[in-house]
């Protein structure tokens, strides 16, 4: 549907069914997942996928998906999932603490948000520019 609800209903789009299975798919995927760590490790916890949701939210930010929606490309979201695997295992390796692999990886979450929010600025800012001197 993209970000513009209003815009997808006049092109055609069936925002509820569009709506209704993405919640489906997702509710299946999360239980397939619930259930893929819990046969890991042979119980069940509320908050065991909660580390897993900052890992993805800087995935997702490492690869330039805006926080506010509306940008990104999955091949960029591949290539930063892979990269911090790659750190997570070099992390592991060197046998650093997870404590403070976590704090670098908030550390890199605040500085991507930081960056997104300047780019975004300064491009909002040239097409202002742009379009003042049209008129």
């Known amino acids: 549907m993209g970000?513009?609800?209003k815009t997808a209903w006049y092109t055609g789009i069936d925002n509820e069914k569009v709506t209704f299975?993405?919640?489906t798919i997702s509710g299946l995927l999360a239980s397939i997942a619930g259930l893929?760590?819990?046969s890991r490790t042979n119980s069940a916890k509320a908050d065991y996928g909660l580390t897993y949701v900052f890992q993805?939210?800087?995935t997702c930010v490492l690869a330039g998906v805006?926080?506010?929606g509306g940008r990104g490309k999955v091949y960029n979201v591949l290539l930063s999932l892979i990269a911090l695997q790659i750190l997570?295992?070099?992390f592991n390796m060197l046998r650093i603490s997870p404590l403070i692999r976590d704090s670098i990886f908030g550390f890199l979450l605040v500085i991507s948000i930081l960056l997104d929010y300047i780019v975004e600025k300064r491009r909002i800012d040239k097409l202002n520019k742009a379009a003042i001197k049209m008129v």
């Open 36 to 38: 893929i760590i819990m």
């Open 21 to 23: 299975i993405t919640y």
């Open 3 to 5: 970000s513009n609800i």
């Open 66 to 68: 805006s926080p506010l």
């Open 88 to 90: 997570s295992t070099g």
């Open 56 to 58: 993805a939210l800087l």
